[in-house]
């Protein structure tokens, strides 16, 4: 094949060709890259690797054109829509790993340039994890490399990290079924921020969430939608709860938190541990907790008056209801959105509902960040609806 039939040349050639309109060059190899690179293209990622290895070269031609011409925000987009791609392919087709190491590599790569050292981190973490999916041979490639030199991971929370890997490709492997959590890197990212090393992933700070990874989080989904006891459907919310919180700038959440003298339990208690104050800090405090339940009906008065009472109790200002089902009543004007109504008025508190039809739109939209939709409403509660 002659260098300029290669996929990388092509590439470039089509980002020179449009140089001065970068939004339609943007457009162009969007289109080109993800038509090459899907499922059934010419370098489709269910092939062997060094057979996609050209797919995956183009997308690095892609970002460094991007980068050279300070456009950060395009790489971002294309880099963003390519990791979430391979996961939805793992998702649908979960016979294999689908490597997105490479994806993360990138993205580590361009918030590093753009000093985004907190975001660069867990980026850097995502490679790391995912080579060990991969069953890399070396334990790790470029991640290793860049937490340990480059973003000053200590050797005791790296050690963590893959021994919770491992742990993860073990369990696949045992079930051959990729689709499940434990396949995706994101997975062993949670698992790790409920270990003692889960601190480190705020340590550097950041004013930017991460994104909604579509194929983990619709696995998340479909886990929840298969759990038969209540228990596992209140551990399978718990894990959609603990995941979109973990994607907030700082925030570290803690599973089930038991009160002195057991007076109550906590399911998900949060800490936002980022060293400088920001939106998140003012809005949201440096600690929030949140309940959740997985229940037919949705959640009645009784279950929310005790969690705003449990708010009060801890001198807490902001509070996330997890219910599938929502809250019972028939409009807003029920009980229960009264009473939440009520506790903000009186005690200056802040209590929001995420429902299923939240989970839903979550999952719907094609770049999903769980800070707008805690904005709305924060913003719905203080001060109602837009007017149309």
Known sequence: MKANNRLPDKVEALLERYKSTP?????????????????GGRFDPLMLDNDWKEGRDGYHAAHNWFKKNGLYYASEKLLLDWWNYLGLIQLKTPIKHIYRAEAAFLLTDLYWTMGEKGIALRWAMYMQVDDILHEHISGGGAGKQTLTTKLGMSSSAFNQLNEIAQKCLRETK???DWSHPSGFAEEIICRFARSNMGFSLAVAGSEREMPVSQGYYQSLLNLMGKAKSNSAKGKALENIAFYLVLLLPGCIPRKNVLAERRLFETDILVQNLNPTPNVLTDMLGR?????????????????????????????????????????????????????????????????????NNDLEKIKNEEEAYFWWMLLGKIEQLRFGKPKK
């Open 23 to 39: 939004l339609d060059a943007y457009e162009q190899v969007k289109h080109d890259l993800k038509d090459n690179c899907k499922s």
């Open 174 to 176: 045992k079930s051959s």
């Open 287 to 355: 600690q929030f907790i949140i309940e959740c339940k997985n229940q037919q009906r949705g959640a009645n008065v009784s279950q929310i008056g005790y969690f705003l009472y449990r708010m009060k109790l801890t001198h807490t200002r902001f509070g996330i209801i997890f219910s599938k089902s929502g809250i019972t009543g028939r409009d807003r004007g029920d009980a229960g959105h009264s009473l939440i109504q009520t506790a903000f008025h009186e005690d200056d508190i802040i209590c929001v509902v995420i429902d």
